[in-house]
Every structure is written in structure tokens, then in C-alpha cells.
């Protein structure tokens, strides 16, 4: 199993940024890929970011691309975030989630409020 926990929320100005973080225990991080999802009131789970076991290959929601950067640091057991030129829209719960493809080994955090108003 794996324990995820984040943090880095906050109340930010629109144009600005913030770093998320992702720190995990338990089973081998390094073993899993990571994601990071969003989600606001009413609506579905929306998938942000994704980065593959190594760090090697990343993926993007189109909402995001050139603005927001996904990483992860396995010797530290952490993953990352960088959310920058935040624009209202970007409002919402984000969670952390890692798992192993094929394997139906899914784990999610306990989810950071990011909220982009003036």
C-alpha cells in the first residue's frame, strides 16, 4: 500500500503560482506512477498531470500544458506540481494518486484545496 499526503494549497491571485507537493510512504514509490486530478463541486474527477514511474514521460491535460509541470524525486518519496499563471478556472480540490498500470493498485491522498480569485 501506499499513503499519500498533500500539500501547497492556498489562496493565490490569478497570474500567480503554487507548488503542490505529494509525499508518499508505504510501498516502494519509485514503482508507481503518479498523477495528479482535480475537482470541483458537481463535477467529475478531471486528470491534470501524469508522470511515469522513472520521471521519464510526462502527460498534460490540454488546460494546463505550459503552465502547470509535473515531477517527482523517488529518493525523497515525493511528487510535485508547479501551477503557474493560475486562472480561476484552475479552482479546485486537487488530489494526488499513484498506481501501477494494469495492476488495479490505485491509492489517492486526502486532496489540497487551490483556489485563484483577486
Known amino acids: 500500500q501506499v499513503q499519500l499526503v498533500e500539500s501547497g494549497g492556498g489562496l493565490v491571485q490569478p497570474g500567480g503560482s503554487l507548488r503542490l507537493s505529494c509525499a508518499a510512504s508505504g510501498s516502494i514509490f519509485s514503482n508507481y506512477f503518479v498523477a495528479w486530478y482535480r475537482q470541483t463541486p458537481g463535477k467529475q474527477r478531471e486528470l491534470v498531470a501524469a508522470?511515469?514511474?522513472?520521471?521519464?514521460?510526462?502527460n498534460y491535460a490540454d488546460s494546463v500544458k505550459g503552465r502547470f509541470t509535473i515531477s517527482r524525486v523517488n529518493a525523497k518519496n515525493m511528487a510535485y506540481l508547479q501551477m503557474n499563471s493560475l486562472k480561476p478556472e484552475d479552482t479546485a480540490a486537487y488530489y494526488c494518486?499513484?498506481?501501477?498500470?494494469?495492476?488495479?493498485?490505485?491509492?489517492w491522498g486526502q486532496g489540497t484545496q487551490v483556489t485563484v480569485s483577486s
Open positions: 494518486n499513484a498506481f501501477l498500470p494494469g495492476m488495479g493498485s490505485d491509492y
Open positions: 508522470v511515469t514511474s522513472s520521471g521519464g514521460s510526462t
